[in-house]
């Protein structure tokens, strides 16, 4: 009896074989998935989008990812748009997308690559502040969530973790000593700020319907989120033009205050108020909430300001919830910011085709011991604000 260890004399024989005949050795291409064929609620589930959806996106970004060649069996458009959806709503390690797409891992590294960099093409086309809606439809969107006029959008931040970097590790590490990315994100009617263990911080701004309209993707996990606001180009454009000096009584001309009374060289080139969490200064144009409100006008305004500002942690919600990789990114700093980019883009696809919601997941409350001074011009209009519209 042959001993069952030995290596098939079979076996040994066609490999001597092939060696003498220099035969290569039979290729094994594995089955390619009909990503289409299956039924919608299975797509949802792996992909995050309908078939339509799916086509949608297919159509839009198909010139900046097919391939040149068709040797070798490489991958179609199609199948690399959902190679990387499946990354990004799954976020599990690349070799096991790969398994279930039957690809390799480097295949599936590269397809995520492709479709992150022809996302960001469409950055402008989908991600627009204040919004594609008119500017008067965002505040009125606003008003019948508390009653605060004026506002055309919620900014806040998150921390996207990251593995921790080869270079400047410490830069990305936290105030709860996690490496992130700190991520400020503008979303219709609402801007967020994300974070990141290695941490990224990410700046959103979002409208009243979950549409994000600004994001800021590059700041490490140790930058705070003021400094990410005043640093962006956002910051420069609201508050650009000259402050007058009696800037109570300018505002005290509009008592509904639903249309500033500014003229352009006072407001910036938005007419319209940003709500922020105490993490920022108050400013005439962005607004925070009373540190220490009396009872009276000032609780009413707080009040109504926490539940205008909560659209944007809800938004921050629905992205992390439909897009599972954002809850760890194993790649590099660099490349964890233009994967957040692309699913901000396919977010604001998905809701404004009105794609299912995924189960809402809101992120612990991150009380931010840093309570910013307002500022003197800031006070004025939110005193200005507190008294013309939230007396009892």
């Known amino acids: 009896m042959a001993c069952p260890f030995q290596n098939d004399p079979v076996e040994e024989g066609a490999a001597l074989l092939r060696g003498e005949l220099q035969l290569r050795p039979e290729r094994v291409i594995r089955p390619r998935i009909d990503v289409l064929a299956f039924p ?10 309908t078939s339509q959806s799916i086509i949608y996106i297919h159509n839009l970004i198909r010139p900046y990812i097919s391939n040149i060649t068709n040797r070798s069996r490489a991958l179609t458009s199609q ?3 959902c ?26 590294c590269r397809a995520v690559r492709k479709v992150c960099l022809a996302l960001k093409r469409l950055l402008p086309m989908f991600i627009v502040f204040p919004g ?21 959008g919620c900014i806040d931040g998150t921390h996207i973790p990251i593995m921790a970097p ?14 992130s990315i700190n991520v400020q994100q503008n979303v219709k009617d609402c801007i967020i700020v994300p974070t990141s263990v ?21 700041w490490p996990g140790s930058v705070d989120d003021a400094r990410i606001y005043q640093e962006s180009n956002l910051s420069n454009r609201l508050q650009r033009g000259k402050q007058p000096e009696d800037l109570h009584n300018i505002i005290h001309l509009s008592p509904s205050f639903n249309t500033l009374m500014y003229p352009l060289y006072i407001t ?24 220490d409100p009396e009872p009276g006008p000032q609780q009413n305004f707080n009040r109504a300001h926490c539940r205008t500002r909560a659209r944007v942690e809800m938004t921050i919600g629905l992205l992390k919830a439909r897009f599972q990789c954002l809850r ?15 699913c901000v883009v396919l977010h604001n696809i998905a809701t404004i085709r009105g794609e299912q919601h995924p189960a809402l997941q809101i992120d612990d409350a991150d009380e931010d011991p840093i309570h910013l001074p307002a500022i003197q011009d800031g006070r004025a209009v939110r005193d200005t604000i507190c008294n013309n519209h939230f007396r009892v």
């Open 83 to 108: 190679v990387a959806l499946r990354f990004f709503a799954n976020g599990s390690f690349l070799y096991n997308v790969g398994d279930a797409e039957h690809l390799s891992k480097a295949t599936v």
């Open 328 to 342: 760890h990114l194993r790649v590099t700093p660099e490349r964890a910011c233009d994967i957040i980019v692309a």
């Open 132 to 152: 594609h809606k008119p500017v008067r439809a965002i505040k009125e969107e606003f008003h019948r969530i508390a009653g605060f006029p004026s506002v055309i």
């Open 166 to 179: 080869s270079h400047n590790e410490a830069d990305y590490v936290n105030r709860k000593s996690i490496h």
């Open 40 to 49: 919608e609620h299975s797509l949802f589930e792996r992909y995050r989008f």
């Open 198 to 218: 290695i941490l990224c911080t990410v700046k959103i701004i979002c409208d009243a319907a979950h549409i994000i309209s600004n994001v800021e993707a590059k």
């Open 268 to 291: 910036g080139e938005f007419d319209g108020l940003l709500l922020g969490d105490r993490g920022y200064p108050c400013q005439p144009r962005l607004l925070t909430p009373y540190p």
């Open 79 to 81: 199948q690399i748009v």
